[in-house]
């Protein structure tokens, strides 16, 4: 599920950048932390990196019993995490304005998309997820200046976006049937 959203997101971003500009091909490159000097060396345009993914706590109980015929199952809520990903320049100056207007493109698609869901992204049904939202992360500088230096990469002009609920599993998976509660034994 993780790498259907990623993909997702990263080919709706880029079919509204090409329908706004002139830019042929993708304009944002999916980037691997690691390699990021490497990178910058072959690509150009926007860097999307996903920088953590994140648990998400439903309830504070992460199982529930269910009744199921005679007796009740226990039965374990889905996994649901938070995607985030980092959208950034590739910051040669010779390129710094054009890569400018493509993140305020990034930043229009999301004002514009700021959830998907079957009915808008008819794709998600293929590969089984229901929907999600993105929302923009107000960072302060400090924590600003720490995300960069955590990815080992100098600063360039970035937005960071939020991406949830994604959920992993299925709820009807793991399922145990508790006898304690059984009806018969009542």
Known sequence: MLHHCTSTILSEVNQYIQSKTNVKGPAISLSILGNSQIESKYSKGIFMRLVDIASVELRS???????QGDGFVLRKVPEAFSLYFLFSTDYKAADLLKN????????AFFQHKSHFDVANTPVL??????SFSVELVKMAPSERSMLWKSLHTPYSPSLLYKVGLIFIGDAAMDLKVVSAFSSRER
């Open 125 to 130: 049904q293929e590969i089984g997820i229901d």
């Open 100 to 107: 400018l207007e493509l993140l305020a493109y990034v930043a």
């Open 61 to 67: 109980n992460p199982t529930q019993y269910v009744p």
